[in-house]
C-alpha cells in the first residue's frame, strides 16, 4: 500500500499492485487496472517511487535474504 494525497489535501492508501499506469496531463493522474481514474498531488517520479519502495518491500518479506554467516543451503 502506498500513501498519497487528493487535490483537497485528503489523505488515502492504494494498492500498488492495482495501478496500470501513471501520466502527468500536467496533474498526475493513476489509471488502476480496474480502468478508474485518480487525480493525485504527488508528482509521476514520487507515484513510482512509492510504487518500487513498496514492491521491495513486499518482495524483501516473500523472499528473505539468505543468511550469509550460515553458508549454502
Do not use: C, W
Request: net charge negative; proline share 5%.
Amino acid at each position: 500500500m502506498i500513501e498519497l494525497t487528493r487535490f483537497n489535501g485528503e489523505r488515502f492508501v492504494l494498492n500498488a499492485d492495482q495501478i496500470e499506469m501513471v501520466e502527468a496531463t500536467p496533474d498526475t493522474v493513476i489509471r488502476l487496472l480496474s480502468g478508474k481514474k485518480l487525480l493525485v498531488r504527488e508528482s509521476v517520479a514520487q507515484v513510482v517511487e512509492a510504487a518500487l519502495a513498496y514492491a521491495r518491500r513486499v518482495h524483501a518479506i516473500a523472499v528473505p535474504e539468505p543468511d550469509d554467516a550460515s553458508g549454502p543451503r
